[in-house]
């Protein structure tokens, strides 16, 4: 494949960051190919405005069949598609999942990145030049805080297996990077939101209750620990960030975070407050959805992703919680009007 088109290839192209950062790529030219795993029933909803049919002739999206298991498919897709940019963004990414299934984590989230790493190694001596890598790393690493806010020194200290397996994930990119090989960058993002977040993830839990409950299709909203602190970003914004790292000539690594700090608790009382709900009246607390170890609280410090790439986060909290309950304001409608319970895949 020879073109003077910029290609890069994404890992979780199916999830939220993978959807929003195909459309940044897009943007700038380049030719995107993302690998999808086999499922019976394909999830391509985040994708299907970026289909050969919507983006027109020279859509540029070619969608490949893999699996971060599979060592093997992993080494002929970096062949085939001779990227310049592979974003590893695939990851058994549930945080409280992980405690239930640790093996299958490690296997996907930690042992995945290292066979992503080594088609890479083979990719660039077959290639011929340098492939850029970038890890998504994540601030569940800091776990059990030991500073606030987290900067890129902060020691870890991961309080789930999927932490410690991505720890492992990023170690093994900086080993890489410093055993002279690998342009690799791992971006420490802290948690980001969108409309397209998962739908068992805390945030979009309680937009897309808030909305139902609105519309009488929902009464209650279980959850687990309320007093848990996040540093809450916007996705669109922290995909930006993961391109900017493989713009610099060296890798290293940053923190992608607001340096703002909420509750889980404040995020329900913006979400129900901005349809004129008060979410005293609707939230149960199940015990069942509290986490055998728990990361209390986070707050990132993005100085250096400032000063170094230029980043800074445009979406404020309150425009954050806005988007995310409008968005499913929407689907509830839709929901209420068709008369059943509409997923949007997520
Ligand atoms: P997400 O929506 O859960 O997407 C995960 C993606 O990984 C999906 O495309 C999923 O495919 C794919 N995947 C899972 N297992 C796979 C496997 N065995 N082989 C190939 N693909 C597989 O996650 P996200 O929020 O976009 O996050 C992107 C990455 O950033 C993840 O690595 C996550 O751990 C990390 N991260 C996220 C945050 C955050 O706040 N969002 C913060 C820090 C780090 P299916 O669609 O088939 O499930
Ligand atoms: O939304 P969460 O599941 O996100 P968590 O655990 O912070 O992980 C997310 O962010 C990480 C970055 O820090 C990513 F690496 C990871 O992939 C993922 O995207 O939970 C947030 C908080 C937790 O303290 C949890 O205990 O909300 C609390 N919580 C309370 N009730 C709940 C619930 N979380 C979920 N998912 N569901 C509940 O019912």
Redesign the pocket.
């Known amino acids: 494949m020879q073109t003077d088109t910029r290609r890069a290839l994404i890992t979780g192209i199916t999830g939220q960051d993978g959807s929003y950062l195909t459309e940044w790529l897009l943007g700038r030219g380049y030719e995107v190919h993302g690998m999808v795993r086999r499922s019976s029933s394909p999830c391509l909803g985040r994708l299907a405005h970026l289909t050969p049919e919507s983006l027109g002739v020279g859509g540029r999206v070619t969608l490949h069949a893999g699996d971060m298991g599979d060592a093997g498919g992993l080494a002929r897709l970096v062949q085939e598609v001779a990227p310049h940019e592979v974003y590893n963004l695939a990851?058994q990414?549930?945080?409280?999942v992980s405690f239930d299934q640790p093996t299958y984590t490690a296997d996907v989230n930690a042992v995945g990145a290292l066979r992503l790493i080594e088609a890479i190694r083979g990719g660039q001596d077959a290639i011929g030049r340098q492939i850029r890598f970038y890890q998504a790393s994540?601030?569940?690493l800091f776990g059990r805080v030991s500073e606030s806010p987290q900067t890129e020194s902060t020691p870890f200290h991961p309080r789930s297996p999927?932490g410690v397996a991505?720890l492992y994930a990023h170690w093994i990119t900086v080993n890489s990077r410093e055993s002279g090989w690998l342009h690799g960058s791992c971006g420490i993002?802290?948690?980001h939101e969108s409309p397209r977040r998962g739908e068992?993830?805390?945030?979009r839990?309680i937009t897309r209750a808030v909305a139902r409950i609105s519309l009488g299709l929902q009464k209650k909203l279980?959850?687990?620990?309320?007093d848990?602190l996040?540093d809450w970003g916007y996705a669109p914004d922290y995909v930006e960030a993961m391109w900017l790292m493989l713009q610099q000539d060296d890798p290293d690594d940053y923190v992608i975070a607001t340096g703002e700090t909420r509750s889980?608790r404040e995020f329900c009382e913006k979400a129900f407050g901005r349809l004129g709900l008060d979410y005293r009246e609707f939230i149960e607390c199940?015990p069942r959805?509290?986490?055998p170890a728990?990361?209390d609280l986070?707050c990132g410090s993005p100085t250096k992703a400032r000063e170094r790439l230029g980043w800074k986060p445009r979406m404020t909290f309150d425009g954050l919680v806005a988007t995310m309950v409008d968005a499913d304001l929407e689907l509830a409608r839709r929901e209420s009007d068709c008369g059943g319970v509409f997923s949007d895949g997520t």
Request: glycine share 6%; aromatic share 12%; proline share 0%.
């Open positions: 990851a990414s549930h945080v409280g994540s601030s569940e999927y991505k993002l802290f948690n068992a993830f805390v945030t839990k279980s959850l687990g620990n309320l848990a996040r889980v199940d959805l509290f986490r728990e990361v986070l």
